[in-house]
């Protein structure tokens, strides 16, 4: 017993003495700097999980909303080579969307019908596709399937919209998802019935053995730049052109703000100080060639909404028309805080010609056109030599879907993605709760492409 007092009062003493009290300080300090670093170490793991899972979480949102859109094409699409084409896509995005769902941390009986979903579309659409590349209809069975795919395809998109939204939010995070797997994501895909994904499987079962911001607004950027006609001009007529442009009894002060020459257009920009406005707020860029105005933007407060849409139309259009831009027809637009977005096609002999594309940005309070965008007039606009020996819309529809409701018709000029253009009859019709233009080559009666309308209460858009 005097031994082990003996060492205690020996470790005692050597407490006491300043190096071992230095050497347990210093390793206390390590210790809590391990621990530092190890946690935040977990923290930046976590945050990088937590931004892969949303990465792969929004692309999945997209692909599905692609599914949802080209499925609905495949349902008014009305020859085999258009269809096959359309087809493939379904086959393409479903696969991807499969990609992306297989990347997210939740195991559930919900994302297991979602997986087995997704590689039935994509099975099927592939199936089919066969059958058009092989130059065969698809058969009014098959056009009920696709329905049917299309209306779980909708579901599917609302639910991964609803969770998109409750993810923004704060409501749930991946963390969450991860930790309470089955029953957080149940709660999240109330949308779907249980008995939804049940049918979906049962429904699915006869297949085993076979195992979308206006229209054509990503118009041409043609390299020959063929609406962008003069001679180059200098800083100081840029400048008087912008002036004018933008008003001369609104522009308080102007200013160079640089030349963009690493672009396919080059421009002099400049920033614009309106009166009654405290700084600059107004950008312009005009072409070194020919002085045409490429873009504009001004930002101001905008008050209560008091212009309708359709006068917007028109002191849009009256607006271009007083700044050389003639013929040009509203097709497209998009509402937003106060300001509306409206695209305008030129209209050439009552033919719609969608690469020469304006858009203009116009506030809903007072009218005042506050921004313009015309890259695809400048790289596409001149007088077209349009074929005088077409068919006729009658002749143009007599292979369309037959379930499709036409609602208007009329001759439009569309781009191709082998930066060409095709004479088209353009017919804007509706299947069930589905607004569809479809696109007719006005020469050989070719189904050449099918836009899906969406009409929100904000605008009407395109996919």
């Given at each position: 017993?005097?031994?082990?007092?003996?060492?205690?009062?020996?470790?005692?003493?050597?407490?006491?003495?300043?190096?071992?009290?230095?050497?347990?300080?210093?390793?206390?300090?390590?210790?809590?700097?391990?621990?530092?670093?190890?946690?935040?170490?977990?923290?930046?793991?976590?945050?990088?999980?937590?931004?892969?899972?949303?990465?792969?979480?929004?692309?999945?949102?997209?692909?599905?909303?692609?599914?949802?859109?080209?499925?609905?094409?495949?349902?008014?699409?009305?020859?085999?080579?258009?269809?096959?084409?359309?087809?493939?896509?379904?086959?393409?995005?479903?696969?991807?969307?499969?990609?992306?769902?297989?990347?997210?941390?939740?195991?559930?009986?919900?994302?297991?019908?979602?997986?087995?979903?997704?590689?039935?579309?994509?099975?099927?659409?592939?199936?089919?596709?066969?059958?058009?590349?092989?130059?065969?209809?698809?058969?009014?069975?098959?056009?009920?399937?696709?329905?049917?795919?299309?209306?779980?395809?909708?579901?599917?998109?609302?639910?991964?919209?609803?969770?998109?939204?409750?993810?923004?939010?704060?409501?749930?995070?991946?963390?969450?998802?991860?930790?309470?797997?089955?029953?957080?994501?149940?709660?999240?895909?109330?949308?779907?019935?249980?008995?939804?994904?049940?049918?979906?499987?049962?429904?699915?079962?006869?297949?085993?053995?076979?195992?979308?911001?206006?229209?054509?607004?990503?118009?041409?950027?043609?390299?020959?730049?063929?609406?962008?006609?003069?001679?180059?001009?200098?800083?100081?007529?840029?400048?008087?052109?912008?002036?004018?442009?933008?008003?001369?009894?609104?522009?308080?002060?102007?200013?160079?703000?640089?030349?963009?020459?690493?672009?396919?257009?080059?421009?002099?920009?400049?920033?614009?100080?309106?009166?009654?406005e405290d700084e600059p707020n107004l950008s312009?860029?005009?072409?070194?060639?020919?002085?045409?105005?490429?873009?504009?933007?001004?930002?101001?407060?905008?008050?209560?909404?008091?212009?309708?849409?359709?006068?917007?139309?028109?002191?849009?259009?009256?607006?271009?028309?007083?700044?050389?831009?003639?013929?040009?027809?509203?097709?497209?637009?998009?509402?937003?805080?106060?300001?509306?977005?409206?695209?305008?096609?030129?209209?050439?002999?009552?033919?719609?010609?969608?690469?020469?594309?304006?858009?203009?940005?116009?506030?809903?309070?007072?009218?005042?056109?506050?921004?313009?965008?015309?890259?695809?007039?400048?790289?596409?606009?001149?007088?077209?030599?349009?074929?005088?020996?077409?068919?006729?819309?009658?002749?143009?529809?007599?292979?369309?879907?037959?379930?499709?409701?036409?609602?208007?018709?009329?001759?439009?000029?569309?781009?191709?993605?082998?930066?060409?253009?095709?004479?088209?009859w353009e017919f804007k019709g509706k299947i069930?709760?589905?607004?569809?233009?479809?696109?007719?080559?006005?020469?050989?009666?070719?189904?050449?492409?099918?836009?899906?309308?969406?009409?929100?209460?904000?605008?009407?858009?395109?996919?």
């Amino acid at each position: 017993m005097g031994k082990i007092t003996d060492k205690l009062i020996d470790w005692k003493n050597r407490l006491k003495d300043r190096h071992m009290l230095s050497v347990i300080v210093v390793l206390f300090t390590i210790i809590v700097l391990m621990g530092v670093w190890i946690y935040k170490k977990q923290v930046e793991y976590r945050q990088a999980s937590e931004n892969q899972y949303n990465m792969a979480f929004f692309e999945l949102v997209d692909y599905v909303q692609n599914v949802e859109t080209y499925l609905a094409k495949s349902l008014i699409s009305s020859t085999p080579q258009h269809g096959a084409e359309i087809l493939t896509n379904v086959w393409k995005e479903a696969n991807l969307a499969q990609v992306y769902l297989s990347r997210l941390p939740i195991e559930s009986v919900e994302l297991e019908k979602t997986e087995k979903f997704l590689n039935q579309v994509s099975e099927y659409s592939y199936s089919l596709s066969r059958k058009n590349i092989n130059d065969e209809k698809l058969s009014q069975e098959d056009l009920d399937n696709l329905k049917e795919l299309h209306d779980y395809s909708v579901e599917l998109e609302n639910t991964l919209n609803q969770l998109s939204a409750d993810m923004n939010d704060g409501r749930i995070s991946w963390g969450e998802l991860t930790k309470e797997g089955t029953v957080a994501f149940a709660q999240e895909v109330s949308n779907i019935s249980k008995t939804s994904f049940t049918n979906l499987e049962e429904n699915f079962h006869e297949y085993s053995g076979l195992i979308y911001d206006g229209a054509f607004s990503e118009h041409l950027t043609s390299k020959e730049k063929k609406g962008l006609t003069g001679e180059n001009i200098n800083e100081e007529e840029a400048k008087q052109i912008a002036t004018k442009f933008i008003g001369e009894d609104k522009v308080e002060e102007i200013s160079l703000s640089g030349k963009s020459e690493n672009t396919s257009m080059i421009t002099y920009d400049f920033n614009a100080k309106i009166n009654g406005e405290d700084e600059p707020n107004l950008s312009i860029s005009i072409t070194e060639k020919g002085g045409h105005v490429v873009f504009m933007n001004y930002n101001r407060n905008i008050e209560a909404e008091s212009v309708s849409q359709e006068r917007a139309d028109e002191i849009g259009k009256d607006f271009l028309k007083s700044r050389g831009f003639d013929n040009m027809k509203e097709t497209y637009y998009l509402k937003q805080d106060g300001i509306v977005t409206i695209n305008y096609a030129y209209e050439q002999d009552d033919v719609t010609v969608y690469p020469d594309l304006i858009k203009l940005k116009i506030a809903l309070d007072n009218g005042e056109v506050m921004g313009i965008e015309t890259t695809g007039y400048l790289n596409n606009h001149e007088k077209r030599d349009i074929p005088k020996s077409i068919i006729t819309a009658d002749e143009a529809k007599k292979d369309l879907n037959k379930n499709l409701d036409i609602k208007s018709e009329g001759l439009a000029i569309i781009p191709t993605e082998w930066e060409s253009e095709i004479l088209c009859w353009e017919f804007k019709g509706k299947i069930d709760d589905t607004d569809f233009l479809v696109y007719v080559n006005a020469e050989t009666g070719k189904e050449e492409d099918i836009l899906v309308i969406v009409n929100t209460p904000n605008g009407t858009l395109t996919h």
